[in-house]
């Protein structure tokens, strides 16, 4: 209906739903405690006794500790969900209490706190804002038009392309990322003083961490265990945050028209997961529920998108099947409102 009105009746129309439907949902953004506490600890003591486990059956079968690997990458993913969540200040009423734990999750994640946290709130602020998309080294989050695409010159077409084709971006690109790149402050101008500190001191941790390990058990264990977790963790995380906005039928708006409302039910998904999977991604599949209300721990997700459907609010809905194939949509096709392959 909203689509049927001028731009700004259609926006007020919007804001006086998204007021209705924040205050029906409010209480899913308070935090447990002691849910968040167990949550934690259970997903800590787990990657702390698989990880233990590798690196004890080397002595016995390299096989069985990469094969251990998944596992121990998929206790990642959930602590990044739980450092995430912090980011945000969602797990903790605490500001401190999720500071805290964000930075002890990051030396899990190999991933800088504070850097990561004011990077993804831009992410946040224009999601699916074709008048609002930045620059920058994230990939994931944006994307051009068909049109903008076709304006590029030869080289730079062949550029884009090349840079987002899904063997680069979504295989060889994330480890890369997390390994190397969060190393520096990257994006962070020089006036981010706390946020390019926390690289740096991110960085000491990690050498503290991964040199009492190469003490222990030597330098090419550490490898053998660390680097695959690593890389299948940065893989599924990479996935997981840039399939859900750019699929086939999400929607992109121009600022007009994009209000937090549409751009949450509309410009991201449901990814429907098995329940492991679900388990194992600390429920970020319910992305809808992410971006119209941030402040919802990721343990209360399930019961909030539960609720959106009690009041009849239509969700885009996104399989396994639907989210493997997503990588391969690269650019937004304005004129017929979906998410298209490059051109041939």
């Not at 205050?23 to 447990?32: G, I, K, T």
């Not at 990814?271 to 999977?277: A, G, T």
Request: aromatic share 12%; proline share 5%; charged share 15%.
């Amino acid at each position: 209906m909203a689509d049927t009105l001028d731009p700004q009746t259609a926006r007020e129309t919007m804001r006086a739903e998204l007021r209705t439907l924040l205050a029906a949902l409010s209480h899913f953004q308070q935090p447990s405690v002691s849910r968040s506490i167990l949550q934690f600890a259970l997903t800590a003591c787990a990657y702390a006794a698989t990880v233990a486990f590798m690196y004890a059956a080397m002595s016995y079968s390299a096989a069985l500790t990469l094969a251990m690997s998944p596992i121990a990458a998929g206790l990642v993913v959930r602590l990044f969900i739980i450092q995430h969540d912090c980011g945000h200040g969602s797990y903790f009423r605490s500001t401190n209490a999720n500071v805290v734990l964000g930075w002890f999750c990051s030396v899990v994640t190999f991933t800088p706190y504070e850097n990561w946290r004011r990077q993804h709130a831009g992410h946040h602020a224009v999601w699916n804002n074709l008048d609002e998309r930045h620059g920058g080294s994230d990939i994931y989050s944006t994307c051009l038009t068909l049109q903008e695409y076709l304006d590029l010159s030869p080289l730079r077409r062949w550029f884009y392309r090349v840079s987002r084709h899904p063997l680069l971006a979504q295989l060889i690109l994330p480890p890369l990322v997390f390994l190397f790149l969060f190393r520096i402050p990257l994006d962070a101008p020089r006036s981010w003083h706390k946020e390019r500190r926390g690289v740096y001191l991110t960085n000491l941790a990690l050498a503290a961490l991964l040199g009492g390990l190469t003490a222990l058990f030597g330098w090419k264990q550490v490898l053998f265990v660390q680097l695959p977790i690593m890389a299948l963790a940065s893989i599924t995380g990479v996935w997981l945050f840039s399939v859900q906005h750019r699929f086939e039928d999400t929607e992109w708006m121009r600022a007009a028209h994009w209000t937090r409302l549409r751009a949450s039910l509309h410009g991201s998904s449901y990814l429907k997961l098995p329940k492991i999977l679900q388990w194992f991604t600390g429920n970020i599949g319910f992305h809808h529920v992410h971006h119209l209300l941030p402040r919802v721990p990721n343990y209360r997700l399930q019961a909030c998108h539960e609720a959106l459907l009690a009041r009849d609010v239509v969700v885009r809905t996104l399989s396994l099947v639907e989210g493997l194939r997503a990588p391969s949509l690269a650019l937004w096709d304005e004129a017929h409102g979906r998410m298209i392959p490059f051109p041939a």
